[in-house]
């Protein structure tokens, strides 16, 4: 008879002991052997597996009463399983310049010929093998001015560029360096350049003059001697005039031919600039409120990221681009993240109103708006924020009105305290 019994693992475990020597065969079951998962998952399916040669064995050894010493138990080999993994879709590369990038001058969106006059001048520059004139680029905040900048620098194609910001603050050290590293034939790119004190003014001064000075160094005037000048008892007509300090004169020359470089510089303030300084500048270039190229520029950014804007709604986005400065940039955010939410590649007149009244409010800070109310007003004074005042102000300037009152709190408050300021009293 057959004894099953179970062990504790679960696994049954079948001894099998004739009766009978008479008895020639029984039922053969196959011993308990754990089966890995797969292969409990093809014999639930109902898949068919080939024996191997292994199994053969083993039935025969238990028919026979026993398994040979050397018998190893082999697994069948698991076939290669293929996966296919469906393919990701490819998304677009965030950029890391921003909403806004000019490669070249010819990008520059811009209703007048600043950009085709500036790459004539690069032009007549490579062409002489010479260096670029000094340019100074001014304007309001958001009028573009670092990036025409920019877009002048890559078209000069300068070997070396060093770029300085001047709001964070810079010191006569940083300066000299600066310069030392652009002096053959690089270009010293300043932003906020009226923000420079004395000594930079002088050491930039000395840079761009005509080479009187070093860069970085105080001229000793000890440096020509008592002794290169020449007496009356020692002159002698027949003899050229030699000076002991000639050595020292050729270096010096020679460090002054090697301060060879171009000043691009952007201001918002050009009354604050040096008048020295200011003078030095070869070129100035205005760029004024051109509402036109912002909404350019805006609709630009927006289709290099898969978003159509409808020619209806340019006199909306025009708008708010002529009375509030340097918002194109937050508005084409705006603008792309409210297009994503709302699932939509296109935005026509409504949805751009319904941005620029809801989500550049709280993007751009109060006082922004309060500089462009003042400008609106046109020295109107109101006391009172009234609901009737705040309602004609909207409809006037289009902002919405969580701007409108925002910035009119902000400019009454001023006035209030501009009257309440104590006069100065002579003594």
Same mark, same amino acid.
Do not use: M, W, Y
């Given at each position: 008879m057959a004894d099953e019994s179970i062990d504790g693992e679960g696994l049954v475990g079948n001894q099998f002991q004739a009766a009978n020597e008479d008895v020639v065969s029984k039922e053969i079951v196959p011993p308990a052997v754990r089966m890995p998962k797969r292969e409990e998952h093809e014999l639930a399916s109902g898949a068919d597996i080939a024996p191997t040669k292994s199994d053969e064995q083993l039935a025969d050894a238990k028919l026979e @009463? @026993?398994? *040979?010493?050397?018998?190893?138990?082999?697994? *069948? !080999? =698991?076939? !290669?399983v293929e996966v296919t993994i !469906?393919?990701?879709?490819?998304?677009?590369? %965030? +950029?890391?310049?921003?909403?806004?990038?000019? *490669?070249?001058?010819?990008?520059?969106? +811009?209703?007048?010929?600043i950009p085709q006059t500036l790459e004539h001048l690069v032009l007549n520059s490579l062409s002489e093998n010479r260096r670029l004139e000094h340019t100074l680029i001014h304007g309001r905040m958001g009028c573009g001015s670092m990036l025409l900048a920019r877009a002048l620098v890559r078209e000069l194609a300068a070997t070396r560029v060093v770029e300085i910001e001047a709001l964070r603050g810079c010191t006569p050290v940083i300066l000299s360096r600066a310069i030392n590293r652009v002096a053959d034939g690089g270009v010293l790119l300043v932003r906020h350049i009226e923000m420079f004190d004395e000594n930079c003014d002088s050491m930039l001064i000395d840079a %761009?003059?005509?080479?009187?000075?070093?860069?970085?160094?105080?001229?000793?005037?000890?440096?020509?001697?008592? +002794?290169? =000048?020449?007496?009356?008892?020692?002159?002698?007509?027949?003899?050229p005039l030699q000076n002991k300090n000639d050595d020292s004169q050729d270096a010096l020359s020679k460090h002054r031919k090697r301060l060879n470089f171009t000043l691009i510089a952007t201001a918002h303030l050009t009354s604050r600039i040096g008048y020295r300084v200011r003078t030095r500048f070869e070129h100035l270039v205005h760029l004024r409120k051109d509402q036109s190229a912002l909404r350019e520029a805006v609709v630009r950014s927006l289709q290099r990221r898969g978003l159509a804007v409808t020619t209806d709604a340019y006199p909306t986005l025009e708008r708010i681009l002529a009375s509030v400065d340097d918002c194109a940039e937050h508005l084409a955010r705006c603008m792309r993240l409210r297009a994503e939410i709302e699932g939509v590649d296109c935005i026509d007149a409504d949805l751009a109103r319904s941005i620029i009244t809801e989500d550049l409010p709280t993007r751009l800070p109060d006082e922004q708006y309060a500089a462009a109310l003042t400008r609106h007003l046109c020295g109107r004074r109101i006391k009172v924020a009234s609901d009737e005042e705040i309602s004609r102000l909207v409809e006037e300037t289009g902002w919405g009105e969580a701007a409108v009152r925002g910035a009119l709190m902000i400019t009454i408050r001023e006035e209030s305290a501009r009257r309440t300021k104590t006069p100065n009293i002579l003594t």
């Open positions: @009463g @026993g398994l *040979p010493e050397n018998f190893v138990k082999t697994d *069948p !080999p =698991i076939q !290669p !469906p393919a990701r879709k490819k998304r677009k590369p %965030l +950029s890391t310049q921003g909403p806004f990038h000019v *490669p070249t001058l010819r990008h520059f969106c +811009s209703s007048t010929r %761009l003059g005509d080479g009187n000075t070093p860069v970085g160094e105080q001229v000793r005037r000890s440096a020509i001697s008592d +002794s290169s =000048i020449v007496s009356l008892a020692d002159f002698d007509p027949t003899k």
